[in-house]
């Protein structure tokens, strides 16, 4: 998120709860803290968190740059905690994506499968703490999407086999690795072909006619012919 998030200039608004959609768009419809989006949530909603709480300064209630789109769980545990100048002196705040780099103060712990975040700042290990970015819900999100990832991958990989090789010389280990794939991950690829059946690279798949591929609700099927 850290990556891609650039703060827009809306026009200003007397009432916060008017600059909604120009939070969601800036935050690319997920939350600021643990990166949970919309479309992840089940069920767990969104709202406009205020970085620094109004109750501490009730002049940027309204100030669009002290407002950050968070889903109601780390709103909550957030709530109105608030830091004192000897506390960012030692580097304890709250890591907010907009402002600071994600990779500047967390890391995924590897031997946990990466679904375990770890600080490296204080501001890192204050944030996890304050905010349980590791709880339960967050780490088997952690887990889906580097499965996930790692689907797509390897789906890259050997499209990427297919690509490269002249198909009159595609060796058929790399077949028999397409077939695994597809047994492996049924509709995935065939899913992810399908978005992209008329697009002239995936057309080069089926030069001279020695690889057909079928789509079907069986998967994607692919035949090596001699």
């Known amino acids: 998120l850290n990556e891609v998030l650039t703060r827009s200039q ?3 608004q007397r009432d916060y709860h008017d600059y909604l959609q120009d939070l969601r768009l800036d935050f690319w419809f997920s939350c600021a803290y643990c990166s949970l989006t919309e479309k992840e949530a089940q069920g767990i909603t969104f709202e ?3 970085y620094i709480p109004q109750d501490h300064a009730p002049e940027k209630k309204n100030e669009f740059l002290n407002l950050l789109y968070s889903c109601t769980e780390c709103n909550r545990a957030k709530s109105d905690l608030i830091w004192d100048e000897e506390a960012l002196k030692r580097g304890y705040f709250i890591v907010r994506p907009d402002v600071d780099n994600y990779f500047d103060h967390f890391e995924h712990e590897k031997t ?3 679904k375990t975040l770890q600080g490296i ?3 890192g290990k204050f944030s996890i703490i304050c905010l349980l970015l590791n709880s339960p819900l967050l780490q088997k999100l952690r887990e889906q999407r580097m499965r996930k990832y790692g689907y797509l991958r390897e789906i890259k990989n050997q499209l990427g086999v297919l690509r490269r090789h002249n198909v009159n010389k595609l060796e058929r280990e790399d077949c028999k690795k397409l077939e695994m794939l597809q047994f492996k991950y049924k509709m995935k690829i065939s899913n992810l072909l399908k978005k992209f ?4 690279e995936l057309k080069k798949l089926n030069e001279s006619d ?3 591929m079928k789509m079907s609700g069986k998967g994607l099927k692919i035949r090596r012919t001699d």
């Open 121 to 123: 700042t204080n501001a």
């Open 112 to 114: 946990s499968g990466y």
């Open 210 to 212: 020695l690889i057909s």
């Open 10 to 12: 809306p026009e200003t």
């Open 48 to 50: 406009i968190d205020h």
């Open 197 to 200: 059946r008329d697009v002239d």
